[in-house]
């Protein structure tokens, strides 16, 4: 991590400034935009999260705004040749609307489905979720955000009775005595992040990392437990049985603020360390030093993140962290607590405001009647034909074009053909669709399977707000206009609906005008309609923003307090108090056998973000991480006689992939990974387990059986 400055090619009028934020991950790090002749520059800019610091994919950003390969017309799919050619704007939405009548006609409205994405503005995934609830009146929408964040917010909702990231502002990482990272990796995902954890040891803090893998961020901790994957619950259950041993759980403050903490006792009696270290293999002396660095500290944090979170017991391996740090008494205490670090840029607001299949705006039930009155008031609509609650993307990808699934899809910010599990399966889906219509800027792999391909703005071209892992909401500000020929989601959006209403003779489809395209006046609805809910945004203007750093949800009065802290003085339960949850340890959902004796586990390399689909096309983020590689121990390559840099092939029950071998220590000798952000013959999601957690919807990317084998030279 640097700071400095880097220029882009670009285009525009005038030479000007805006004060704006990294369009990648959700540390949402603050940075300045300069548009001068030829070039746009990215410039540091001192903002709370990141201090003036940015990583490299956010210096290299605005390379994309006239990359080459972008997009500036619709492209609609020949019905002759296959190809993808340019057409005009009529012709690709008249082609949509015809399509989405001709389905519903045939199959009925839910026969049409919407996939969003977790990097989308908070108004555009309210636009989004409308569009599917209004002008569509289709159950069937989720978004990508399902694969990041679904457990820890299913974990959360359950125990506080609120889901957001990070209940306390990211500067106390730097004040906690103790912090326990688990299944995270910051200094590759979110690299400004880790100024706070060096505050935090310079300090005199201790940082323990839970990893099966000795990441960068794993190097720089006091202690570095390393699991095998899936066994993290057994390790958060060990833990707190030897705090329960030790004497140091908060009596006072179980007794005062919890409720259901005799059940996870009586849970947790059986889990002595050494039990915990047979499952995980992590030695009982590493537990008990870990248990008592939480235990005796004065400030501690928890922190989870996707590696303990995407398994098939993600809800309940989050749960006993929050188990853990509830009989810690940290929730509400400056300096201590816990909280899990959101991964996309919009993953926090993305799922507050009705892009996810079970929620509304402000993060109402749909299936709640007063949450639908509230909502179809807004929308101006009566609420019994708003539509009821959807499937969890998964399911939902995973029905497309079959008998009972939807035969036509819209995917906005999603590229599934690389980030899905079991991704062959998932591509073929997409290809059985009888209409896939995408909008993006560049050619994803999944847009380039579609119908109709919709040339979106991208970042630096549209203003909206975001909302931080710390539920912090922010301004994202246009720093020139898009390209002639693309149009923004909420101009689609609307053109799209325009179109629908006109061509629905019954009156039932939304009418025109119903979906505004400015994203002040689109703010201004979704504050209306997130009012009183768990996600209360109506009192966060985008004035307000601007004169601060930003403004903490919930905040219901424009003239009252937002809430950088949560659980000073009750939970969001009826009660008030948290609930502690009894949850116990079960195998993977794949367990390892002869044919399969390997496990597999994915994540995230520094120069790479998500499917790759821009920082692919970076030519610093190319140079700095070309190609996938699949990383083994090397005593486990000396048995397969597989040498450093030779292609090798990842076989699992589902499919392959294949890329050169990384032989590094730093990987457990009975496993291997591979990163996720390419396509192809690369693909690490064509191997993964699509088993889901049973609350939360997510699958199993974190773990499953594969056997390794060499690819022949020619």
Request: charged share 25%; hydrophobic share 40%; proline share 8%.
């Amino acid at each position: 991590m640097t700071d400095g400055a880097h220029a882009a090619t670009g285009a525009g009028p005038t030479p000007r400034e805006v004060a704006t934020h990294c369009p990648y991950c959700a540390l949402q790090c603050g940075m300045t935009l300069r548009e001068e002749p030829a070039r746009v520059t990215v410039l540091s800019r001192q903002f709370p999260t990141n201090r003036g610091g940015l990583c490299q994919k956010g210096w290299t950003a605005a390379e994309l705004l006239d990359h080459p390969e972008r997009l500036t017309t619709p492209l609609l799919r020949d019905p002759v040749g296959g190809e993808l050619r340019p057409a005009s704007w009529d012709a690709a939405l008249d082609r949509i609307v015809t399509g989405l009548r001709t389905v519903q006609s045939g199959h009925g409205r839910d026969a049409v489905a919407v996939f969003g994405g977790g990097g989308l503005t908070n108004e555009k995934a309210y636009a989004l979720g409308k569009f599917a609830r209004v002008a569509l009146r289709t159950r069937h929408i989720d978004y990508n955000g399902r694969f990041c964040m679904s457990s820890a917010a299913a974990a959360g909702t359950r125990a506080f009775g609120i889901d957001r990231g990070l209940p306390f502002p990211l500067a106390d990482l730097g004040r906690a005595d103790t912090l326990l990272l688990v299944g995270a990796n910051p200094a590759e995902t979110m690299p400004p992040l880790v100024r706070w954890l060096t505050e935090q040891r310079e300090r005199g803090g201790r940082l323990i990392v839970v990893d099966p893998r000795v990441t960068a961020t794993a190097r720089q901790a006091d202690l570095h437990l390393q699991p095998l994957p899936g066994t993290d619950l057994a390790v958060a259950n060990a833990l707190l049985h030897v705090a329960l041993t030790e004497g140091w759980v908060d009596r006072e403050y179980v007794a005062d603020r919890t409720t259901g903490f005799e059940a996870v006792r009586r849970a947790v009696a059986g889990w002595w360390p050494a039990r915990a270290e047979a499952l995980s293999g992590v030695p009982v002396a590493d537990l008990e030093a870990t248990a008592r660095a939480l235990g005796t500290a004065e400030r501690v944090i928890i922190l989870t993140a996707r590696g303990a979170e995407q398994h098939a017991k993600g809800v309940d391996t989050v749960t006993g962290f929050v188990n853990l740090a509830l009989a810690l008494g940290l929730p509400g205490r400056p300096g201590s607590g816990y909280g899990c670090l959101t991964g996309q840029g919009n993953g926090q607001g993305g799922r507050e405001h009705g892009q996810k299949a079970d929620q509304l705006p402000g993060y109402r039930k749909i299936d709640d009647p007063a949450a639908r009155e509230h909502v179809a008031g807004v929308w101006g609509v009566p609420a019994e034909e708003l539509p009821g609650p959807g499937v969890p993307a998964y399911q939902l990808l995973d029905s497309l074009g079959t008998p009972a699934g939807p035969k036509a899809l819209l995917v906005f910010g999603s590229n599934p053909v690389v980030s899905a599990p079991r991704a062959a399966r998932i591509e073929r889906r997409l290809r059985d669709l009888d209409l896939l219509v995408v909008a993006d800027f560049l050619l994803s792999e999944t847009a380039a399977l579609a119908d109709v391909v919709l040339p979106t703005a991208q970042w630096a071209e549209e203003d909206g707000t975001m909302t931080n892992l710390e539920g912090r909401v922010l301004r994202r500000r246009a720093l020139r206009p898009p390209p002639a020929g693309v149009r923004t989601d909420l101009e689609i959006l609307a053109g799209l609906a325009d179109r629908l209403a006109a061509a629905d003779r019954s009156g039932a489809a939304a009418p025109a005008g119903r979906f505004p395209t400015d994203p002040r006046v689109v703010f201004a609805e979704l504050r209306r309609a997130s009012a009183g809910g768990t996600a209360d945004y109506a009192g966060v203007s985008w004035a307000r923003i601007d004169e601060r750093d930003g403004v903490f949800w919930p905040c219901p009065a424009e003239d009252g307090p937002d809430t950088p802290r949560l659980f000073a003085d009750r939970f969001a339960t009826p009660d008030g108090r948290a609930r502690f949850r009894a949850v116990e340890h079960r195998p993977a959902a794949e367990e390892v056998c002869a044919e399969y004796p390997l496990h597999f586990t994915t994540g995230r390399v520094l120069a790479q973000y998500q499917s790759g689909t821009q920082t692919r096309r970076v030519a610093a983020l190319r140079r700095a991480a070309p190609d996938a590689f699949v990383e083994l121990h090397p005593d486990l390559a000396g048995r397969l006689g597989i040498g450093d840099g030779e292609p090798v092939r990842v076989v699992s029950r589902r499919g392959e992939l294949r890329a050169p071998a990384r032989l590094s220590t730093a990987i457990r000798p009975d496993t291997v990974f591979a990163p996720f952000h390419w396509g192809g013959a690369a693909r690490a999601n064509s191997v993964t387990n699509d088993a889901v957690d049973p609350v939360s919807g997510m699958p199993e990317f974190k773990i499953c059986a594969v056997r390794l084998e060499r690819v022949d030279r020619p």
